[in-house]
């Protein structure tokens, strides 16, 4: 019996752990919020995958023990470990940051199943069959992964190649077969790369200045390309080069208390659009025949700090048209 005793206790306090946090944030749901166990919603709604993906993110947003232990134990996980939690991957030493999720698409299987609910490239196709119904045209621009283009700062020995980025190309190709009009950035990244430019922000999953100004060169290019693109008959825009000081967003995504004194922040050059006629910075005209829909590359520098020098204002100065 005595033998049994360490296991008996170890047993006891799993079982204490695994229902005490469950009926604690119960409790606390009712005294302390005056509101009935979050737990009650698993059962109020069908169980459908979107529905437990929602209770699951309820839940960890919710929980007392999370709110209280994470923070610590994430803290103690770096400093002791280098653990930077499960969307953020460090690279070498000079500070260089990665988006865990973009890392791993470039080793993981395709993601295009045939059969599959939502097939992107079938998605695409028809929203491009949609516009061109009514007079649209549609241009697809993959935005290069940081990863696929500085492979080097993450693991030493690897180089920017068209193998790293296979899944892109054959996206790209298989938009194309469809009839979709797509420009690829990455050959024009990579020949940069080859010169020595640096294109991406060392902490941020995002283009950097020059990275900017290269995409809409190349953006500019096709564009140009279309039927009814005509160039300006004067010049509508000029281009300033800036400096901007930035904390970048990989560090943020650790939630590691105090990240903003354990990573530095960057000084990042960026090239601002200001109109020629009056010199104020570039805005969005709505009767522009250009209308740009991004996500977030789109608004790195363009609301964020400086203003006016991300993709949207560079490729305005690139076609000197408004978008």
Request: with cysteine.
């Amino acid at each position: 019996m005595t033998k049994r005793g360490p296991q008996l206790l170890l047993t006891i306090l799993f079982v204490a752990i695994v229902f005490g946090v469950p009926l604690t944030q119960a409790i606390v749901d009712v005294v302390v919020d005056e509101d009935e166990p979050q737990v009650l919603a698993l059962f109020q709604q069908p169980p459908s995958e979107e529905n437990l993906r929602a209770f699951e993110t309820e839940l960890e947003e919710g929980s007392l023990f999370e709110q209280a232990v994470r923070p610590v134990f994430q803290l103690v996980r770096y400093l002791s470990l280098g653990e930077l939690g499960e969307k953020a991957l460090g690279g070498d030493a000079e500070g260089w940051f990665f988006y865990h999720p973009g890392v791993r698409y470039l080793v993981q299987p395709y993601f295009r199943r045939p059969g599959q609910a939502e097939d992107p490239v079938a998605v695409i196709e028809d929203f491009a069959r949609q516009l061109q119904a009514r007079g649209v045209g549609l241009l697809v621009v993959p935005v290069p992964g940081k990863a696929s283009i500085h492979p080097e700062r993450l693991v030493a020995t690897v180089r920017p190649r068209p193998a790293i980025y296979a899944h892109t190309t054959r996206l790209i190709g298989e938009l194309r077969s469809a009839g979709v009009d797509v420009v690829s950035l990455h050959p024009a990244f990579i020949q940069a790369r080859q010169r020595g430019a640096v294109l991406y922000m060392r902490s941020d999953t995002h283009w950097n200045g020059e990275g900017v100004r290269l995409a809409a060169r190349v953006i500019a290019e096709r564009v140009r390309e279309q039927p009814w693109s005509r160039r300006a008959a004067r010049p509508r825009y000029l281009r300033r080069r800036v400096t901007v000081v930035r904390r970048g967003d990989v560090p943020r995504m650790t939630r590691i208390p105090g990240e903003e004194r354990l990573f530095s922040p960057q000084a990042v050059a960026c090239h601002r659009v200001f109109r020629q006629e009056d010199g104020a910075p570039y805005e969005d005209q709505e009767d522009s025949p250009v209308l740009l829909l991004g996500d977030s590359f789109s608004r790195v520098f363009q609301t964020d700090a400086p203003g006016a020098a991300g993709l949207i204002a560079n490729l305005a100065y690139e076609l000197q048209l408004p978008l």
